[in-house]
């Protein structure tokens, strides 16, 4: 169960277990820290730019409950500033159940607007604030969140609000990865990805060559240090029917070639933009989405390549 999902189901998780049992992913966890996505000491707490930057569906579902939440706040401060307004009665008036309404306020209660939630013998009151009536609304107040959070990272890796059941194979093929090297420079790619995009980009190739030698050493096969990164996976894929030439289905094969153009490119991108080279006065310089779209691409293809050899060895 990934850390936004938890939350809003009711079950926020305790940091101290959650750590012991996902140790791999205590640096982006930190990172996630670091740069404002998440707070507390105690219980995980995804803070409203956490949200902003969470993506899926049902952060949008969430985010768009804010927005119901705001303007009814906005409109009752407005009529009686100084009366709190009832958790029954805001969930009510914004069309929403009484839990979606309590998530949704607890995000704004995280939120440049804030606001006070106060649970007494068994009833809940919202107390709102004189922000909910200045400016443009809510527009304002995801604009701040963005400007508060403008040298904080502009997107949060998925990995760290998703967990395994959420199905993603590919990226758990990587995380519980046999092979030690693979698995570091998985993590290293994604740790590169806020503060140094060239080195993720590096990483990138890295984390291809390791999964591309590890097939090859598991068949028996000794990797030629001196094959390029497109031949050197030519060579795995092959091992484990991955090439073009062993797909049957057309649809199939046509992305099984698009696979090895893509190594192809990730080798030639990380010469051009990654930090291996020395970058020259002239050289091109990657932005976090050239990085964030290569670690896309190569962790797809790095973690095919590991679920499939896995697959391989199944009875």
Known sequence: MGLFDSELDGN??????????NWKKIPQLEELRR????????????????????PGKRSKVVLAHCERLFRVLRGHYSDRPKEPISLEDLA????????????????LARSPAHLVINSHDGRTQIFANETYVRGRGFRDIKRTAHEQGR??????????????????????????????????CWQKALERLG???????TSCRSLLEAACKYVLEEHGEAADTSLELPRLYKSAAKLIRLDSDSAVDGALRRIL???????DGLAELRNKMGDAHGPGRHSARPARRHAEFAVMVAGAIAGLLMATLDAHRAP
């Open 12 to 21: 926020p998780i305790e940091f101290l277990t959650w750590r012991a049992k």
């Open 35 to 54: 740069h404002g996505a998440i707070e507390g000491d105690t219980h995980c707490t995804v803070t409203f730019w956490g949200l902003l930057n969470t």
């Open 92 to 107: 009510a008036q914004a069309g929403l159940s009484p839990q979606e309404a309590l998530t949704g306020a607890r995000f």
């Open 151 to 184: 040298f904080r990272l502009k997107a949060i890796p998925a990995i760290a609000f998703t967990g395994a059941g959420s199905g993603r194979v590919l990226e758990s093929a990587l995380d519980q990865a046999e092979s030690d090297v693979v698995r570091e």
């Open 195 to 201: 503060t140094d995009p060239a080195g993720a980009i």
């Open 257 to 263: 070639q698009g696979c090895a153009a893509a190594v």
